[in-house]
């Protein structure tokens, strides 16, 4: 079955980190790119950063830029979503998920939900 696990959750102060992991099952990282998206309830589900495993190639958006860290291991067939210095406004429900382009994706992982306390 081709599918996504997206785990690693959980609370944490403000400031603190937390390390979101993303391992695919049924398929390989080969020409995909994988995404992570966040949910905050009320608004529309937001990407927040990709990697092109192939080449490792990046993207992030401006409001996670420089604390946020994503990475690949090719061998494990998982993405990891390095969260430092973290902001209550970073609290919601994260989601990976797999595509040909960067946050234009086709298969969902089940969300992982990370609340940050202030």
């Known amino acids: 079955e081709v599918q996504l696990q997206a785990s690693g959750g959980g609370f944490v102060q403000a400031g603190g980190s937390l390390r979101l992991s993303c391992a695919a099952s049924?398929?390989?990282?080969?020409?995909?790119?994988i995404a992570w998206f966040r949910q905050v309830p009320g608004k529309e589900r937001e990407g927040i950063s990709c990697?092109?495993?192939?080449?490792?190639?990046?993207r992030y958006t401006d409001s996670v830029k420089g604390r946020f860290t994503i990475s690949a291991d090719n061998a494990e067939n998982t993405v990891y979503l390095q969260m430092d210095n973290l902001k209550p406004q970073d609290t919601g429900v994260y989601y990976c998920?797999?595509?040909?382009?960067?946050?234009?994706?086709?298969?969902w992982g089940q969300g992982t939900e990370v609340t940050v306390s202030s």
């Open positions: 049924g398929f390989t990282f080969d020409d995909r790119v």
């Open positions: 990697i092109t495993p192939d080449d490792g190639a990046t």
């Open positions: 998920a797999a595509g040909s382009y960067c946050f234009e994706v086709d298969l």
